[in-house]
Structure formats: structure tokens, C-alpha cells
């Protein structure tokens, strides 16, 4: 992979197509279809499957309901306030949701339940930074940038894991 160069690759998936990129340090975006993410790639980005290889692999096992937990090198870019929301994203356990109001309690900022749902939406890296796990706080579904059929299917699928009901 070249240093400065942004790969990808659009990958087939239960959610639609994906358009995943990285650059040297690891994988920055995750995009859904139709959601602002495909469309022509940016000037100076690079196809290039081989390099977004372990991504797929990491996707296609998530999928296949074989993986619950990443452990991807990760580059996504972003405030320290988003960083600081997107890390405790990661924390939120396979199968589990939590409200925004609980996120902000976990980042630090009990008062910040709009700002982190703001931080959540910007989440770069969705399934593997797992932004679908976080629900309104009276257990409704709410916002989601690849839609909420798709945070329903997510959430459906871990649900179908964890309760061992892969067929389900």
C-alpha cells in the first residue's frame, strides 16, 4: 500500500454495497450505498481489493455471524471529542445496546446526550465501530447513517449470534 494513497473497494454485503478505503495506517472509512459514500472515488484514490483484503475478510466473517469483535488497525479521522466517543463505541459489547444518554455518561459528559449522538452519526467506521448498537433511550431505533433497515439487520444479526440461531 503507498504511503499517502486512500484504497478501495466496494464490497457486496447483506446492508448493500460498502464502499470500504484505508490508507497505510489502517482502514478509515466504512460507506454505505446510497448514503453519501459511493458514486466516483474521490480525485487520487486508488482501487485496490488486495489492500482492503483483511477489511473484507474481517466484514465477510461478521456477516456470516463468525465474528463478533474487530480487532482491524484503525485510522478514522476525527475531533478529540469524537475520537473520545468512538472509542467507547468500541467498548459497547457484541449483542448489547445502549442509549445515547449512557454514551455520554461513558464519555464523561452525562449533559452531552445531543453531542454524542451528533459524534455517533459521524462515525466514520459503522459495523466495525459499532454505531447501530446505540438505541434512544425509551428503546426506540433511531438515526443511523446506512438507514434504519439496515440497524435493524444489524442488530437482528447479533441478536440471531448471540442467542446461537444463525438460521434464525
Known sequence: MKRDAIHYFDMPSPCGVLRLNADAQGLRGIHFEGRGGHGPAPAGWVHDPAALAFAREALEAYFAGTRTAFDLPLHPLGTPFQLA???????????????????????????????????????????????????????????????????????????RVARGDLFG
Open 85 to 159: 466517543v468512538w472509542r467507547e463505541l468500541a467498548r459497547i459489547p457484541y449483542g448489547e445496546t445502549i442509549s445515547y444518554g449512557e454514551l455520554a455518561r461513558r464519555v464523561g459528559d452525562p449533559g452531552a446526550a445531543r453531542a454524542v449522538g451528533a459524534a455517533n452519526g459521524a462515525n466514520p467506521l459503522p459495523i466495525v465501530v459499532p454505531c447501530h448498537r446505540v438505541i434512544g433511550a425509551n428503546g426506540s431505533l433511531t438515526g443511523f447513517g446506512g438507514g434504519l433497515p439496515n440497524k435493524r439487520l444489524l442488530l437482528g444479526l447479533e441478536a
